[in-house]
């Protein structure tokens, strides 16, 4: 049996005694070579692409057998699979905003779940990914899911110029969907403006309509708010896909000649999940499982893109996830979610427990695959690593350097990412953000007793009974070890809630 002591040393080897730990491996980016207006020449393009609600067991490389997903298995076996990576939260919004600011979104009030009337929630001027790129001569674009709010106050006003948006915070070019797709608006906004949209047709919202009544259906569906009027301005729900790979394609041929980031975040496999009728039916999960064979199409158009430009060989690519998989019903709407019946036995977040908005590795822990021929071998890789990441990991890139302030939650994790061997971890501890927060720690997951809320409050829900989970022995945390491993819990406790106090986590 494992002493109480001997597990104790294992913590204290995983936290250097304390210190948080960092790669020490030399960032390869040192060696970016720079032109005299300060483009760097050496780093490669950027597609980092973006699922919604795409659990850990959703691909056929991560163990799916009932849906295929040819073009993602591909990209895995040309590139690094990772077994331990995270989205920063375990719901979309504050995912979305740890990746663009390097800050766990936990630690900024009005960060969570945002009606498609929010204000913009990330402060222009602030150091994002697409601004630091754009600094080192990137031309950035994102296409597709935004859900960060848009304009200087709430409810947005979507009738005339939209800003700020994603231009003011580092974009050079943006097509998105403003919310999600079960959220209204239901229209595309590019750059500054609602796409189509007929003057004489202002757009009306309401958000005190409950999704499934009366007035909460557009073009047939389920939504969360009413919208009328922008009728010519209305999406088709099949073919929101295809829209978005064109435009992403778009954005590719207009800046093969450049170096790009482009930041594709699709909406595929969030609910309404209305797949285009050639994905209907062709897998063995429902509708559910179909969305999943939509969103693995794209990832090929885009792919192939990239192969018909010759960009593949100098293009970074990542394909990830926002959160961990949920099976969820459109509210009342059950044709455009899913149910148990239809999902068939898949398991969308394969061994791990839990799922979408919960503290369990089934909230967090998320597909991850890194390509970049030439520079990353193809394998499999433990490293612990998070969307948060990408501000510092894409500064060492570009060999520049964070102000302090920037992306107080972001490490630099390229070396991973690059495949590279590694003396200490990266990242060695990582909050995740669920319901609640919790604690990574090398294997071990802490979910404290009266474990604190994002806000900092206690979650009246809970049993006030410490969680320890010895994930290298027990990935679907099922044997809570805490009453055996006290010391260390009360250890990792204290380590969570100086994270909580400090602000930061980054080492300086």
Same mark, same amino acid.
């Given at each position: ?6 597990? !104790? ?10 210190? &948080? ?31 919604? /609600? ?25 590139? &690094? ?52 790129? +754009? ?17 200087? +106050? ?42 189509? &949209? ?17 007035? $909460? ?16 301005? &209305?999406?088709? /729900? ?44 062709? $897998? ?9 064979? $939509? ?11 990239? /192969? ?197 986590? !980054?080492?300086?």
């Amino acid at each position: 049996m494992v002493t109480r002591e001997m597990n !104790r040393r294992s913590f204290l080897r995983w936290t250097g005694a304390g210190a &948080l730990a960092v790669c020490s491996v030399p960032v390869r980016a040192s060696e970016a070579k720079r032109t005299p207006d300060g483009v760097t020449t050496n780093a490669p393009n950027i597609l980092f692409i973006l699922a919604d /609600d795409i659990g850990y067991g959703d691909f056929g490389c991560y163990g799916a057998t009932k849906v295929r997903t040819p073009n993602v298995d591909r990209l895995a076996s040309q590139g &690094l699979r990772f077994t331990d990576a995270h989205s920063p939260s375990a719901v979309c919004t504050p995912t979305r905003y740890a990746f663009m600011t390097g800050e766990y979104a936990w630690r900024k009030k009005g960060t969570g779940i945002l009606p498609g009337i929010a204000a913009l929630i990330v402060e222009p001027g602030r150091v994002t990914v697409p601004s630091l790129l +754009k600094q080192a001569g990137y031309t950035t674009g994102i296409v597709g899911k935004w859900h960060l709010g848009l304009g200087p +106050k709430e409810p947005t006003d979507y009738n005339g110029e939209i800003k700020p948006g994603p231009l003011e915070v580092g974009f050079d070019y943006c097509f998105i969907i403003p919310a999600t797709g079960d959220r209204t608006p239901c229209v595309y906004v590019e750059n500054h403006r609602v796409v189509g &949209l007929d003057p004489k047709d202002p757009i009306q919202l309401d958000y005190t309509v409950k999704r499934g009544e009366p007035r $909460s259906f557009v073009n047939g569906i389920a939504r969360i708010g009413s919208q009328t009027g922008g009728k010519a301005a &209305l999406w088709k /729900d099949e073919e929101i896909a295809e829209t978005l790979a064109a435009k992403a394609d778009a954005f590719l041929e207009r800046n093969k000649d450049k170096r790009f980031f482009l930041f594709l975040s699709t909406h595929d496999i969030h609910v309404p999940r209305v797949p285009h009728p050639r994905f209907k039916g062709t $897998s063995q999960a429902g509708v559910r499982g179909d969305t999943i064979h $939509s969103f693995d199409w794209t990832v090929g158009q885009v792919l192939a893109s990239l /192969d018909r430009l010759e960009l593949a060989d100098n293009t970074l690519v990542i394909v990830t996830s926002d959160n961990g998989g949920v099976l969820d019903a459109n509210g009342p709407d059950i044709e455009h979610g899913g149910n148990v019946q239809t999902n068939n036995g898949h398991l969308h977040n394969g061994p791990l427990r839990a799922g979408k908005g919960s503290p369990y590795e089934g909230g967090t822990r998320v597909p991850f695959i890194v390509r970049w021929p030439g520079h990353i071998k193809p394998g499999v890789s433990e490293a612990l690593v998070c969307h948060v990441d990408m501000l510092a990991s894409m500064a060492a890139l570009t060999d520049q350097r964070l102000v302090e302030a920037a992306g107080p939650d972001s490490f630099n994790v390229l070396p991973a990412l690059l495949g590279e061997k590694l003396d200490k971890p990266c990242r060695d501890h990582l909050v995740e953000h669920g319901n609640v927060l919790a604690l990574r720690k090398g294997p071990w997951k802490l979910i404290p007793r009266d474990a604190p809320t994002a806000a900092g409050k206690k979650n009246k829900k809970r049993s006030g009974v410490a969680e320890l989970y010895n994930l290298a022995e027990d990935i679907g945390e099922t044997n809570n070890v805490a009453a055996a491993h006290p010391d260390l819990a009360k250890e990792m406790t204290a380590l969570l809630q100086r994270i909580r106090e400090n602000g930061r986590s !980054r080492p300086s």
